[in-house]
């Protein structure tokens, strides 16, 4: 028994288009290993390195709180770089996408569940986060009333919604040009804060400097690893769709 192919015409992707969640094919993923990179520092240095190390201070102090960080942050970059690596740069396929063989077609519905809460979730908490930062400068600078603070800081939550998403409803093209920008800026700031802290305080004060909220050693320290462990696996939400823009696996390793 035989079967007659009929050829027709085929939908094109215009290129760089990463938006209609096809498989993208290598002509397309455009990304160097190190526009990756920064897209991915742009990300883990102002959440992971400024909002869960702030957390992680509740319960270890620096040495103890970076030792955690660093293991918890490993251990579940780990994991998520397996289940979400291979298949992405190879397939050019975006994280729920990749759990169809798995779950089935009905049942990466799941997965689509999954991403969309933590990303809602998450992308809600740095908002809020970025509206009361902004106020507290505005407000050290004098340019802001104390009594007004409030207001102002869901204002530039609100603002800061529409800035991303304007950013972000441009496609990958958007944020492979913004995303080196954005990295090294913010990493100069980090770099700035911890000098200022050196400056003010010296290195022994910081180390001797205790947990703001201690139990005990042991639970402290499964704690702080834990906060890395879990907030980490929130990579694989959107893993997919920034890997699949890098032509290998190897590119997207060290990122």
């Known amino acids: 028994m035989g079967l007659a192919l009929k050829s027709g015409p085929v939908a094109k992707i215009p290129p760089g288009d990463a938006s209609a969640g096809l498989p993208l094919p290598l002509h397309q993923?455009?990304?160097?290993?190190?526009?990756?990179?920064?897209?991915?520092?742009?990300?883990?240095?102002?959440?992971?390195?400024?909002?869960?190390?702030?957390?992680?201070?509740?319960?270890?102090?620096?040495?103890?709180?970076?030792?955690?960080?660093?293991?918890?942050?490993?251990?579940?970059?780990?994991?998520?770089?397996?289940?979400?690596?291979?298949?992405?740069?190879?397939?050019?396929?975006?994280?729920?996408?990749?759990?169809?063989?798995?779950?089935?077609?009905?049942?990466?519905?799941?997965?689509?569940?999954?991403?969309?809460?933590?990303?809602?979730?998450?992308?809600?908490?740095?908002?809020?986060?970025?509206?009361?930062?902004?106020?507290?400068?505005?407000?050290?600078?004098?340019?802001?009333?104390?009594?007004?603070?409030?207001?102002?800081?869901?204002?530039?939550?609100?603002a800061g919604v529409v800035f991303v998403w304007f950013l972000v409803s441009r496609g990958a093209s958007s944020l492979k040009q913004a995303g080196p920008v954005i990295a090294v800026v913010i990493t100069l700031m980090a770099v700035y804060l911890f000098i200022l802290l050196v400056k003010n305080h010296g290195i022994d004060a910081i180390f001797a400097a205790q947990p703001l909220a201690p139990t005990d050693r042991l639970v402290n320290y499964t704690t702080g690893i834990e906060i890395l462990l879990v907030s980490t696996l929130g990579w694989w939400t959107y893993m997919g769709g920034i890997v699949r823009m890098v032509s290998t696996g190897r590119k997207a390793i060290l990122p």
């Open 29 to 158: 993923r455009t990304w160097s290993g190190f526009i990756l990179g920064a897209v991915c520092a742009t990300a883990g240095v102002a959440t992971w390195s400024f909002v869960v190390g702030g957390s992680t201070a509740f319960y270890l102090d620096a040495r103890m709180g970076t030792a955690a960080m660093l293991a918890g942050g490993l251990l579940g970059q780990f994991l998520v770089t397996l289940a979400g690596v291979p298949a992405s740069t190879k397939y050019g396929i975006e994280t729920v996408v990749s759990t169809r063989p798995q779950l089935g077609v009905r049942g990466s519905n799941i997965a689509l569940g999954v991403v969309f809460c933590t990303t809602l979730g998450w992308n809600i908490v740095l908002m809020i986060f970025f509206g009361r930062a902004m106020a507290s400068v505005l407000e050290l600078l004098g340019l802001l009333d104390s009594s007004s603070k409030p207001l102002v800081s869901t204002v530039l939550s609100v």
